[in-house]
Nanobody, 122 residues
């Protein structure tokens, strides 16, 4: 059975850093396009980063140059390094898998984790 489990969220001051993890079981993350999304209260789920098995990545403009997505094939784990965090980065963060290359569109993703909360204070 396929499972995605996010961890690493928490509370941090603006300008700080956090690293999120997404542990994948039941399938090889290397066989899909993996992505990170976030959803703030009363807002739609937003795609922010995606990565292919060869390491190619795409970022949303809102996180470009501040966030880094990576995939550890041996551990079957997806990561999101978040630097220079802003108050507006506060949201629930989710990882997901897709069969569609290089996409940040929510409908293109199938399996989802339960999310991990990130709160950035000013």
């Amino acid at each position: 059975e396929e499972h995605l489990v996010e961890s690493g969220g928490g509370s941090v001051a603006a300008g700080g850093s956090l690293t999120l993890s997404c542990s994948v079981t039941g399938f090889s993350a290397n066989s899909y396009y993996m992505g990170w999304f976030r959803q703030a209260p009363a807002q739609e789920r937003e795609g922010i980063a995606t990565i292919s098995s060869d390491g190619g990545a795409l970022y949303a403009p809102s996180v470009q140059s501040r966030f880094t997505i990576s995939l550890d094939h041996a551990r079957n784990t997806l990561y999101l390094q978040m630097d220079k965090l802003k108050v507006e980065d506060t949201a629930m963060y989710y990882c997901g898998s897709s069969n569609t290359p290089v996409t940040l569109r929510y409908p293109d993703y199938g399996y989802w984790g339960q999310g991990t909360q990130v709160t950035v204070s000013s």
